[in-house]
C-alpha cells in the first residue's frame, strides 16, 4: 500500500508558475512510476506527465509540454509538477499517482488504468 498527498495547489494569475507537491509513504517509492493527472469541473481525469522510477525519463500530455515539468526526488519520497505560464485552461484539481507495473521501456503510463494508488487531488485555479 502507498499513501500519496498532495500538496502546493492555489490560485494564480495566468502567465504565473505553482509549483505542487507529492509526498508518498507505506512502500519503496522508487519501486513505483509517478505520474500526475488532472480534473476540471464536469471533464475526465485527464493525464500531464509521468516519470519513470528513476526520474531519467519523462512523458507529458502536448497541452503542457515545454510548460510543465514533472521531477522526483527518491531519497525524499516526493515527486513534483513545476507549473510554468499557466493559462485559465489549466484549472483543475491535480492527482498524483504511483504505478507499480513494471512496464517495457518503451511504455509511459498515461492511463488513469494503469495506476494502482492516487492522492486525494489538491486544487489548482488560474484566474485570466
Known amino acids: 500500500q502507498v499513501q500519496l498527498v498532495e500538496s502546493g495547489g492555489g490560485l494564480v494569475q495566468a502567465g504565473g508558475s505553482l509549483r505542487v507537491s507529492c509526498a508518498a509513504s507505506g512502500r519503496t517509492f522508487s519501486n513505483f512510476a509517478m505520474g500526475w493527472f488532472r480534473q476540471a469541473p464536469g471533464k475526465g481525469r485527464e493525464f500531464v506527465a509521468t516519470?519513470?522510477?528513476?526520474?531519467?525519463?519523462?512523458y507529458y500530455a502536448d497541452s503542457v509540454k515545454g510548460r510543465f515539468t514533472i521531477s522526483r526526488d527518491n531519497g525524499l519520497n516526493t515527486v513534483y509538477l513545476q507549473m510554468n505560464s499557466l493559462k485559465p485552461e489549466d484549472t483543475a484539481v491535480y492527482y498524483c499517482a504511483a504505478d507499480k507495473t513494471f512496464h517495457s521501456s518503451t511504455y509511459y503510463s498515461t492511463e488513469p488504468s494503469d495506476y494502482d494508488y492516487w492522492g486525494q487531488g489538491t486544487q489548482v485555479t488560474v484566474s485570466s
Open positions: 516519470i519513470r522510477r528513476s526520474g531519467g525519463n519523462t
